[in-house]
């Protein structure tokens, strides 16, 4: 069983930042991609970046110059530091990991059980 633990969400004023973390347990052999979406009340769900083994990253057009995904290989966590955030921001943000488990290396599209992001004067 593989596990994904987020932390990090809360309320925040227009402007301000806020730090997510999404730390991986189980039988992990590898992770491959791990990344952040998001889901506003009344819309899909979105890719908002994702990160790959290598540190290679991309993020949605909304949000780039802004947050910044980053990874801990060693700690099988991964990181978004969200600034200048804004009300358009608000959403449930859903960590991801690409992940490999056990002794036969199964796949798993494994996913955390989302954190509140409410931006709000």
């Known amino acids: 069983q593989v596990d994904l633990v987020e932390s990090g969400g809360g309320l925040v004023r227009p402007g301000g930042s806020l730090r997510l973390s999404c730390a991986a347990s189980?039988?992990?052999?590898?992770?491959?991609?791990m990344g952040w979406y998001r889901q506003a009340p009344g819309k899909q769900r979105e890719l908002v970046a994702i990160i790959n083994k290598d540190d290679r990253t991309r993020y949605v057009d909304s949000v780039k110059g802004r947050f910044t995904i980053s990874r801990d290989n060693a700690k099988k966590t991964v990181y978004l530091q969200m600034n200048s955030l804004q009300p358009e921001d608000t959403a449930v943000y859903y960590c991801y990991a690409d992940v490999r488990y056990g002794a036969k290396w199964f796949a798993l599209d494994a996913w955390g059980q989302g954190t509140q992001v409410t931006v709000s004067a």
């Open positions: 189980g039988d992990i052999a590898i992770i491959n991609d």
